[in-house]
């Protein structure tokens, strides 16, 4: 499966191709007060206010200063997420691709669709529809309305 394949602080991280809208530079990004800490808060990509979630911060609580965007469809709209390096795209071997329980309990779940390797390196396949919760999609409705 070809996917685009990014890191997210040291986590080597990937996502179906065609999840994938576009890459970007990091945009102007406004808080959103009462989301997730995980959440950057929203920015207006393309002329849409578009939430921003921190992978790096989602997967691994901690932070650092974004690289790149990477907008990705969901089932409500875009969403960018904010990611280190973009290595590429590559292909992905799924049937190696295996979820372990460890990993994917807790809040990674909701982006974490399986494991896998590149080389020696551990991956992990992101499931981008699942990346946003519903709070986070009504701060920002509240924030475009106010």
């Not at 080389?119 to 986070?136: I, K, Y």
């Amino acid at each position: 499966m070809a996917a685009l394949v990014f890191r997210a602080g040291p986590l080597l991280c990937a996502l179906r191709l065609d999840e994938v809208v576009e890459t970007m530079r990091p945009l102007e990004t406004q808080p959103l007060a009462g989301t997730p800490p995980f959440v950057l808060g929203i920015c207006v990509m393309r002329g849409v206010p578009t939430p921003v979630i921190d992978v790096s911060r989602l997967l691994r609580g901690d932070q650092g200063e974004p690289e790149r965007y990477v907008a990705v469809r969901t089932e409500r709209g875009a969403v960018a997420l904010a990611t280190g390096e973009i290595i590429g795209i590559r292909n992905v071997d799924t049937s190696a691709t295996g979820g372990h329980p460890a990993l994917l309990g807790g809040r990674s779940s909701r982006l974490v669709a399986g494991v896998g390797t590149i080389g020696a390196e551990p991956l992990l396949l992101l499931q981008s529809m699942r990346a946003v919760p519903d709070e986070v999609w009504e701060a920002a409705a509240a924030a475009v309305t106010s």
